[in-house]
Protein backbone atom coordinates (compact mmCIF):
# COMPACT_ATOMS: atom_id res chain seq x y z
CA UNK A 1 0.00 0.00 0.00
CA UNK A 2 1.54 3.08 -0.91
CA UNK A 3 2.24 6.10 1.44
CA UNK A 4 -0.60 8.60 -0.10
CA UNK A 5 -3.25 5.70 -0.02
CA UNK A 6 -1.98 4.82 3.96
CA UNK A 7 -1.91 8.66 4.87
CA UNK A 8 -5.59 9.18 2.81
CA UNK A 9 -7.11 6.10 4.56
CA UNK A 10 -5.94 7.36 7.82
CA UNK A 11 -7.59 11.08 7.22
CA UNK A 12 -10.55 9.21 6.00
CA UNK A 13 -11.06 7.23 9.62
CA UNK A 14 -10.61 10.15 11.20
CA UNK A 15 -12.54 11.84 9.56
CA UNK A 16 -15.36 9.53 9.70
CA UNK A 17 -17.29 11.46 12.30
CA UNK A 18 -17.31 14.46 10.68
CA UNK A 19 -18.76 12.85 7.59
CA UNK A 20 -21.34 11.20 9.71
CA UNK A 21 -22.03 14.74 11.02
CA UNK A 22 -22.20 16.83 8.05
CA UNK A 23 -24.66 14.65 5.84
CA UNK A 24 -26.72 14.34 9.24
CA UNK A 25 -26.81 17.99 9.83
CA UNK A 26 -26.44 19.71 6.53
CA UNK A 27 -28.19 16.84 3.94
CA UNK A 28 -31.73 17.46 2.86
CA UNK A 29 -34.29 17.35 5.33
CA UNK A 30 -36.46 14.07 6.37
CA UNK A 31 -40.34 14.77 7.82
CA UNK A 32 -39.74 11.80 10.09
CA UNK A 33 -40.21 13.23 14.04
CA UNK A 34 -36.74 11.15 15.25
CA UNK A 35 -33.54 11.12 14.56
CA UNK A 36 -32.62 7.63 13.40
CA UNK A 37 -35.78 7.15 11.04
CA UNK A 38 -34.76 10.53 9.49
CA UNK A 39 -31.02 8.86 9.04
CA UNK A 40 -32.38 5.77 8.14
CA UNK A 41 -34.75 8.14 5.03
CA UNK A 42 -31.76 9.85 3.99
CA UNK A 43 -28.86 6.86 3.43
CA UNK A 44 -32.14 4.81 1.57
CA UNK A 45 -32.80 7.56 -0.63
CA UNK A 46 -28.99 8.32 -0.79
CA UNK A 47 -28.49 4.31 -1.39
CA UNK A 48 -31.40 3.94 -4.15
CA UNK A 49 -30.40 3.97 -7.54
CA UNK A 50 -32.97 4.21 -10.17
CA UNK A 51 -31.12 4.07 -13.57
CA UNK A 52 -28.73 1.26 -11.48
CA UNK A 53 -25.58 3.43 -13.10
CA UNK A 54 -23.40 3.50 -9.55
CA UNK A 55 -24.60 7.21 -8.35
CA UNK A 56 -27.64 6.89 -5.59
CA UNK A 57 -30.77 9.66 -7.24
CA UNK A 58 -29.43 12.18 -4.41
CA UNK A 59 -25.71 11.94 -6.29
CA UNK A 60 -27.50 12.48 -9.14
CA UNK A 61 -29.01 15.63 -8.57
CA UNK A 62 -25.90 16.63 -6.92
CA UNK A 63 -23.43 16.05 -10.47
CA UNK A 64 -26.74 17.31 -12.77
CA UNK A 65 -27.66 13.69 -14.55
CA UNK A 66 -31.02 12.29 -15.31
CA UNK A 67 -31.27 9.75 -11.99
CA UNK A 68 -33.88 7.74 -14.61
CA UNK A 69 -30.67 7.88 -17.74
CA UNK A 70 -27.72 5.55 -16.63
CA UNK A 71 -25.69 7.36 -19.24
CA UNK A 72 -26.68 10.80 -18.99
CA UNK A 73 -24.38 12.38 -21.77
CA UNK A 74 -24.08 9.57 -23.61
CA UNK A 75 -20.52 8.61 -23.94
CA UNK A 76 -20.70 5.03 -23.77
CA UNK A 77 -19.83 5.28 -19.60
CA UNK A 78 -22.39 5.17 -17.02
CA UNK A 79 -22.57 8.16 -14.70
CA UNK A 80 -20.99 6.42 -11.91
CA UNK A 81 -18.54 5.01 -13.60
CA UNK A 82 -17.56 8.76 -15.25
CA UNK A 83 -17.58 10.03 -11.31
CA UNK A 84 -15.22 7.17 -10.12
CA UNK A 85 -12.42 8.12 -12.52
CA UNK A 86 -12.94 11.48 -12.46
CA UNK A 87 -15.44 12.63 -15.55
CA UNK A 88 -18.00 14.92 -15.05
CA UNK A 89 -20.75 12.66 -16.14
CA UNK A 90 -23.75 15.45 -17.47
CA UNK A 91 -20.48 15.99 -20.55
CA UNK A 92 -19.37 14.75 -22.97
CA UNK A 93 -15.40 13.97 -23.53
CA UNK A 94 -12.83 14.73 -24.13
CA UNK A 95 -12.99 18.12 -22.17
CA UNK A 96 -14.96 16.43 -19.24
CA UNK A 97 -12.00 16.33 -16.35
CA UNK A 98 -13.95 17.28 -13.28
CA UNK A 99 -11.01 19.69 -12.15
CA UNK A 100 -12.76 22.63 -10.61
CA UNK A 101 -13.14 23.28 -6.69
CA UNK A 102 -15.52 21.25 -5.12
CA UNK A 103 -16.57 20.56 -1.96
CA UNK A 104 -14.02 17.89 -1.31
CA UNK A 105 -16.82 16.12 1.28
CA UNK A 106 -19.75 15.94 -0.92
CA UNK A 107 -16.93 14.61 -3.28
CA UNK A 108 -15.53 12.34 -1.61
CA UNK A 109 -19.23 10.54 -0.21
CA UNK A 110 -20.55 10.35 -3.63
CA UNK A 111 -17.45 8.47 -4.99
CA UNK A 112 -17.48 5.83 -2.33
CA UNK A 113 -21.09 5.75 -2.77
CA UNK A 114 -20.45 5.42 -6.01
CA UNK A 115 -18.53 2.95 -6.11
CA UNK A 116 -20.27 1.13 -3.50
CA UNK A 117 -23.71 0.92 -5.49
CA UNK A 118 -22.14 0.37 -8.33
CA UNK A 119 -19.92 -3.08 -6.68
CA UNK A 120 -16.28 -2.16 -7.49
CA UNK A 121 -15.40 -0.88 -3.67
CA UNK A 122 -16.96 -4.74 -2.78
CA UNK A 123 -13.34 -6.41 -1.64
CA UNK A 124 -14.53 -9.50 -3.79
CA UNK A 125 -15.22 -7.49 -6.95
CA UNK A 126 -12.17 -8.03 -9.66
CA UNK A 127 -12.19 -4.29 -10.39
CA UNK A 128 -11.37 -3.53 -6.11
CA UNK A 129 -7.83 -2.61 -6.17
CA UNK A 130 -8.12 -0.45 -9.47
CA UNK A 131 -10.85 1.49 -7.62
CA UNK A 132 -9.52 2.24 -4.60
CA UNK A 133 -6.39 3.44 -6.70
CA UNK A 134 -8.97 5.56 -8.66
CA UNK A 135 -10.81 6.95 -5.49
CA UNK A 136 -7.49 8.05 -3.79
CA UNK A 137 -6.27 9.74 -7.09
CA UNK A 138 -9.57 10.93 -7.63
CA UNK A 139 -9.85 12.71 -4.27
CA UNK A 140 -5.64 14.07 -3.85
CA UNK A 141 -6.30 15.15 -7.10
CA UNK A 142 -9.56 17.27 -6.07
CA UNK A 143 -7.76 18.95 -2.44
CA UNK A 144 -4.92 19.67 -4.90
CA UNK A 145 -7.06 21.65 -6.93
CA UNK A 146 -9.04 23.05 -3.96
CA UNK A 147 -6.10 24.33 -2.32
CA UNK A 148 -4.05 25.18 -5.59
CA UNK A 149 -1.92 28.75 -5.56
CA UNK A 150 -0.71 30.82 -8.13
CA UNK A 151 3.00 31.38 -8.49
CA UNK A 152 4.07 35.13 -7.46
CA UNK A 153 6.50 37.10 -9.29
CA UNK A 154 9.84 37.66 -8.34
CA UNK A 155 12.27 40.59 -8.47
CA UNK A 156 15.99 39.22 -10.04
CA UNK A 157 19.44 40.26 -9.81
CA UNK A 158 22.63 38.62 -11.60
CA UNK A 159 24.45 35.46 -10.79
CA UNK A 160 27.27 37.53 -9.47
CA UNK A 161 29.36 36.80 -6.40
CA UNK A 162 28.60 40.18 -4.69
CA UNK A 163 24.55 39.54 -5.91
CA UNK A 164 24.55 36.18 -4.16
CA UNK A 165 26.51 36.93 -0.50
CA UNK A 166 23.61 39.91 -0.95
CA UNK A 167 20.83 37.42 -1.25
CA UNK A 168 22.53 34.75 1.25
CA UNK A 169 22.12 37.23 3.55
CA UNK A 170 18.93 38.19 3.52
CA UNK A 171 17.43 35.03 3.18
CA UNK A 172 19.92 33.73 6.19
CA UNK A 173 17.46 36.22 8.08
CA UNK A 174 13.91 35.62 6.12
CA UNK A 175 13.65 31.83 6.16
CA UNK A 176 14.74 31.55 9.69
CA UNK A 177 11.89 33.82 10.82
CA UNK A 178 9.54 32.45 8.39
CA UNK A 179 9.43 28.63 10.04
CA UNK A 180 9.96 29.97 13.28
CA UNK A 181 6.63 32.32 13.38
CA UNK A 182 4.85 29.18 10.86
CA UNK A 183 5.67 26.40 13.81
CA UNK A 184 4.82 28.54 16.57
CA UNK A 185 1.81 29.96 14.77
CA UNK A 186 0.40 26.19 14.20
CA UNK A 187 0.92 25.85 17.82
CA UNK A 188 -0.77 28.63 19.21
CA UNK A 189 -3.61 28.01 16.49
CA UNK A 190 -4.28 24.60 17.89
CA UNK A 191 -3.86 25.96 21.36
CA UNK A 192 -7.25 27.91 20.99
CA UNK A 193 -9.24 24.84 20.44
CA UNK A 194 -8.06 22.68 22.98
CA UNK A 195 -8.51 19.32 23.80
CA UNK A 196 -11.30 19.00 21.09
CA UNK A 197 -10.60 16.12 19.02
CA UNK A 198 -9.48 16.78 15.37
CA UNK A 199 -13.20 14.59 14.08
CA UNK A 200 -15.21 17.43 16.37
CA UNK A 201 -13.72 20.57 15.12
CA UNK A 202 -16.07 20.41 12.15
CA UNK A 203 -18.84 20.96 14.56
CA UNK A 204 -17.27 23.67 16.47
CA UNK A 205 -18.70 26.55 14.85
CA UNK A 206 -22.36 25.36 16.15
CA UNK A 207 -22.07 23.67 18.94
CA UNK A 208 -19.22 25.95 20.61
CA UNK A 209 -19.13 29.72 18.80
CA UNK A 210 -17.33 31.55 20.78
CA UNK A 211 -14.50 28.97 20.77
CA UNK A 212 -15.04 28.83 17.03
CA UNK A 213 -14.80 32.99 16.63
CA UNK A 214 -11.12 32.56 18.94
CA UNK A 215 -10.23 29.81 16.74
CA UNK A 216 -11.22 31.65 13.11
CA UNK A 217 -9.66 34.94 14.70
CA UNK A 218 -6.36 32.60 15.49
CA UNK A 219 -6.50 31.42 11.90
CA UNK A 220 -7.04 34.82 10.23
CA UNK A 221 -3.96 36.28 12.42
CA UNK A 222 -1.90 33.31 10.64
CA UNK A 223 -2.90 34.11 7.02
CA UNK A 224 -1.55 37.76 7.74
CA UNK A 225 1.61 36.63 9.45
CA UNK A 226 2.16 34.53 6.27
CA UNK A 227 1.37 37.52 4.13
CA UNK A 228 4.11 39.16 5.42
CA UNK A 229 6.33 36.81 5.14
CA UNK A 230 5.65 36.46 1.46
CA UNK A 231 5.95 40.12 0.40
CA UNK A 232 9.52 40.26 2.53
CA UNK A 233 10.11 37.25 0.01
CA UNK A 234 8.66 38.89 -3.30
CA UNK A 235 11.25 41.93 -1.97
CA UNK A 236 14.37 40.35 -2.40
CA UNK A 237 16.03 40.06 -5.19
CA UNK A 238 16.69 36.77 -6.47
CA UNK A 239 19.98 35.34 -8.67
CA UNK A 240 18.54 33.25 -11.45
CA UNK A 241 20.62 30.44 -10.47
CA UNK A 242 18.20 30.42 -6.96
CA UNK A 243 15.11 31.27 -8.71
CA UNK A 244 13.24 27.59 -7.72
CA UNK A 245 14.76 27.65 -3.99
CA UNK A 246 13.01 31.25 -3.92
CA UNK A 247 9.65 30.23 -5.44
CA UNK A 248 9.39 26.96 -3.25
CA UNK A 249 9.85 29.53 -0.18
CA UNK A 250 7.38 31.55 -1.39
CA UNK A 251 5.10 28.73 -2.25
CA UNK A 252 5.83 27.46 1.58
CA UNK A 253 4.19 30.87 2.70
CA UNK A 254 1.24 30.31 -0.30
CA UNK A 255 0.51 26.73 0.40
CA UNK A 256 0.53 27.34 4.51
CA UNK A 257 -2.17 29.99 3.58
CA UNK A 258 -4.10 28.40 1.47
CA UNK A 259 -4.29 25.35 4.21
CA UNK A 260 -5.45 27.47 7.11
CA UNK A 261 -8.09 28.61 4.89
CA UNK A 262 -9.28 25.15 4.13
CA UNK A 263 -9.26 24.94 8.00
CA UNK A 264 -11.56 27.88 8.55
CA UNK A 265 -13.68 26.48 6.42
CA UNK A 266 -14.12 22.87 8.24
CA UNK A 267 -17.98 23.47 9.27
CA UNK A 268 -18.96 23.50 5.46
CA UNK A 269 -16.04 21.17 4.08
CA UNK A 270 -14.83 18.72 7.33
CA UNK A 271 -13.04 17.02 5.12
CA UNK A 272 -10.74 18.94 3.59
CA UNK A 273 -10.26 20.77 7.02
CA UNK A 274 -8.77 17.74 8.37
CA UNK A 275 -6.45 17.14 5.94
CA UNK A 276 -5.61 20.88 5.91
CA UNK A 277 -4.57 20.57 9.43
CA UNK A 278 -2.62 17.92 8.71
CA UNK A 279 -0.93 19.07 5.95
CA UNK A 280 0.18 21.93 8.09
CA UNK A 281 1.85 19.74 10.56
CA UNK A 282 3.43 18.78 8.22
CA UNK A 283 4.43 22.26 6.51
CA UNK A 284 5.76 23.20 10.22
CA UNK A 285 7.84 20.58 11.12
CA UNK A 286 8.99 18.36 8.34
CA UNK A 287 8.80 20.72 4.75
CA UNK A 288 10.41 23.52 6.60
CA UNK A 289 13.04 21.45 7.37
CA UNK A 290 13.76 20.26 3.83
CA UNK A 291 13.25 23.70 2.14
CA UNK A 292 15.62 25.18 4.79
CA UNK A 293 18.42 22.15 3.35
CA UNK A 294 17.74 22.51 -0.07
CA UNK A 295 18.02 26.33 0.01
CA UNK A 296 21.47 25.76 2.17
CA UNK A 297 22.52 23.46 -0.75
CA UNK A 298 21.37 25.12 -3.55
CA UNK A 299 23.48 28.33 -2.87
CA UNK A 300 26.66 26.41 -1.93
CA UNK A 301 25.95 25.21 -5.57
CA UNK A 302 25.12 28.47 -6.44
CA UNK A 303 28.78 30.00 -5.26
CA UNK A 304 30.71 27.05 -6.46
CA UNK A 305 29.66 27.51 -10.64
Known amino acids: MSGRLKFLLAVLAVGAGSLFWYFASYGPTSSS ?25 REETYWGTDFKTADTDGDGFTDGEEVLSGHNPAKKGPDDLLNERRNLTERTSTLLLGGLVAGDLDPESPKYEASITALVDQ ?3 QYTTNTSVELDSLATTDDSTDALIRYGLAMSRALPELFSDTAKGFVATLGVVGNTPIDSLSKLQKEEPETYRA ?3 SIDGQIAMLEK ?20 ALLFARGAQQQYRAVRDISRDPLQG ?22 SSRLAKAFQQ
Open 274 to 295: IIALQVLESLATDTSAQISADF
Open 139 to 141: IFD
Open 215 to 217: FAA
Open 33 to 57: STFSASLYEKTTATLQDTDNDGLGD
Open 229 to 248: HATTLKGIRVPPSLRTAHQN
